[in-house]
């Protein structure tokens, strides 16, 4: 197996350990904090040097702050040098919001696709986006893994 790094958001730390534990690895190291003022901060713990990182992290629960979260680590990864970053997103943030619905609305999806890359993500993985022109508001390339009814029997037998 290449030299992978799998880093764990707050979203679901539980779910990057099974997956790391799948791998036969565990999870890398870093730390997760807020100031004072509430601002995110993160500190990678481990080299990440010419790795190939994944950073596992869901728009679910508190969106804003999960994704500002993984935009720094995606970020923080770049700028330490990792050769590339792949943020897994099972939960895609802001997918309701595809489309102009109103005058004066935001797309607020592809403004999701550009933070992403320009934090420096190389790849993305998600599941059921809510339509699948969001893979076009990004320019690099997206995997969408559809999850069906069948697919869940097996996890839960798996599990």
Do not use: W
């Not at 993500?121 to 893979?135: E, F, G, K, N, R």
């Amino acid at each position: 197996m290449p030299n992978i790094k799998i880093f764990a958001g707050n979203s679901h730390p539980e779910l990057a350990q099974r997956i790391a534990q799948r791998l036969g690895t565990e999870p890398s190291k870093v730390v997760l904090k807020k100031f004072a003022n509430q601002e995110t901060c993160v500190e990678i713990g481990e080299s990440v040097r010419g790795e190939d990182v994944y950073i596992l992290q869901s728009g679910c629960g508190e969106v804003n702050d999960h994704l500002m979260e993984m935009l720094i680590m995606i970020h923080a990864c770049k700028i330490a040098s990792a050769e590339r970053v792949t943020a897994v997103i099972p939960c895609y943030p802001y997918a309701r919001q595809d489309k102009k619905d109103k005058s004066r609305a935001p797309i607020s999806a592809k403004l999701v696709a550009n933070m992403l890359s320009v934090a420096g993500a190389d790849h993305i993985i998600t599941m059921d986006l809510h339509a699948s022109q969001i893979q076009g508001f990004f320019d690099i390339p997206v995997d969408n893994f559809v999850c069906r009814a069948g697919c869940l029997k097996v996890d839960q037998r798996k599990y």
